[in-house]
């Protein structure tokens, strides 16, 4: 059961959580509309579980933060026991904002952790090679995890406000559709824990962006802030919502989060309610080999 500290949004049951800690892993959101699929294993980590300090405490999943290398590489450790996975089963992003997608296969095993990355600015990777755990880090962006049961293919984005602006998510389904043939009707998609629309407040120069991409969405998107002139509060997850709809997610195959990262700091990493003092929590999503039929 999910911890009853969680704030929610709502009551709408999206999520389990695992406890792991005694076979000396980490506790696990999961989305309840992808442990339907016997085909994935996947999970967001929290703050718990970990062995990192200070600002960083517990599970911080970020080496680029200032964080001891050693606490990572533990925490690591100890989300792949979680994940039924080793750490060469690992690739991880280079996350810069964009909407650059690569597609993963066994040479990129341990990247980001064994391995130096070889490659740069990639918010989303995709595969169909069983054992491959596709990671993604956030700390009020949005988790996007994609799984195609028809063809045996997974994805995992990350879309804060320039990469939702910009369609991640249908891009996304895009580099899955011309990699393995994936069609947006057979894929299951979720949108994972990040900022909500009261808590994020942006620009007028953001917002007029969103209005300039949604504009059938404007007053859902973007909601004036009172007595803040220029000052708008943006809805991430209703706009990542219509990216994947209008991509051609079906609803029933379609997962949004109710949990915000600003209004949870104790449980999830939120860059907002901590002024830019965090670490990082992950999504994660891997193909089970003995499992796929």
Not at 113 to 121: N, Q, W
Request: aromatic letters at 8%; charged letters at 20%.
């Amino acid at each position: 059961m999910i911890q009853e500290d969680f704030i929610f949004t709502d009551k709408r049951p999206v999520y389990r959580m695992t406890d792991s800690s005694a076979e000396g892993g980490v506790p696990l959101l999961k989305f309840r509309l992808f442990e339907q699929l016997p085909m994935l294993t996947h999970g967001i980590t929290t703050r718990a579980g970990g062995v990192s300090q200070g600002m960083y405490a517990t599970l911080n999943l970020s080496y680029t933060r200032g964080d001891d290398k050693s606490a990572v590489d533990e925490n690591f450790l100890r989300t792949a026991i979680s994940l039924d996975a080793s750490l060469s089963d690992f690739v991880l992003t280079d996350q810069t904002h964009t909407t650059n997608i690569r597609t993963v296969t066994r040479a990129d095993s341990g990247k980001g952790i064994l391995k130096e990355l070889d490659y740069k600015d990639i918010d989303g990777l995709i595969t169909n090679e069983p054992g491959m755990v596709l990671s993604a880090y956030f700390a009020d962006c949005v988790p996007l995890l994609f799984a195609d049961p028809v063809h045996h293919a997974i994805g995992v984005s990350h879309s804060g406000w320039r990469g939702t602006v910009a369609r991640m998510g249908r891009e996304t389904i895009r580099a899955m559709h011309q990699a393995y043939g994936s069609r947006p009707q057979d894929l299951y998609a979720a949108i994972g824990p990040s900022i909500c629309q009261s808590c994020y407040e942006v620009s007028e120069d953001v917002a007029e962006q969103f209005c300039a991409e949604f504009p059938q969405h404007v007053q859902a998107l973007c909601s004036p802030v009172p007595g803040a002139n220029g000052k708008f509060q943006l809805d991430l997850w209703t706009a990542n919502q219509i990216v994947l709809k209008e991509a051609g997610i079906l609803d029933d195959h379609l997962a949004v989060t109710n949990l915000c990262t600003c209004c949870n700091p104790k449980f999830l990493f939120s860059h907002r309610a901590s002024k830019g003092r965090r670490g990082n929590f992950g999504a994660f999503i891997k193909l089970n080999p003995q499992k796929i039929l």
